[in-house]
């Protein structure tokens, strides 16, 4: 069905575009209600929506132009929201800064600041983090550890490493193939 139609009434006159139909009304709450679990994200709120093909509905749905309009009322409510707590920060850290409670009134120019995207985020991941780990032969290991040995030997004598690993090991077999 063609989104620019419009309803007509009895007398043939344009009423107005056509209203959004219930389910459509849950996917645009789902997608543009920052309190949502679903907020910005389409298929989604399409599969809480239910519709039967959720990615396919969510690529259709987002080009209509009455759910775009839905969408950006959700973005101006969102965006009066996020300017009245910027405004009670403001109040909140002047109020600090007249008690002479610095620190409060520091957090307060924190969250402003976060906010605004001023700071980065960061986050520190280990090996041991990663979903996906590789497992090791016996002979890798032993290998492994024999090299750590060998390092921690040279470490500790000070002495430089030799020029060429013992043919023992996978990468000393490997660089004697290669005639490194």
Known sequence: MNEE????????????PMPLTPQEETFCAAFGDPES??????T???????????????????????????????????????GRVMSDLEHERQLALAKDDIASAIRASE??????????????????DLEVRRQYSEAEQIEARRL??????EDLSGEAPPAQLPATTSIGRRAARNGE
């Open 5 to 16: 139609l419009k309803t007509t009434g009895d007398d043939g006159l344009i009423a107005g």
């Open 37 to 42: 679990e679903t907020y910005g994200k389409a």
């Open 111 to 128: 969250l402003m600041g976060k906010h605004l995207g001023m700071f980065l985020e960061r986050s520190i991941f280990t090996v041991a």
């Open 148 to 153: 750590s040995a060998l390092l921690l030997l």
């Open 44 to 82: 989604a709120s399409a599969e809480v929506a239910k519709y039967i093909e959720p990615h396919n509905a969510a690529w259709k749905l987002r080009r209509r132009p009455r759910i775009i309009a839905k969408l950006e009322e959700y973005q101006k409510t969102a965006a009066a929201a996020a």
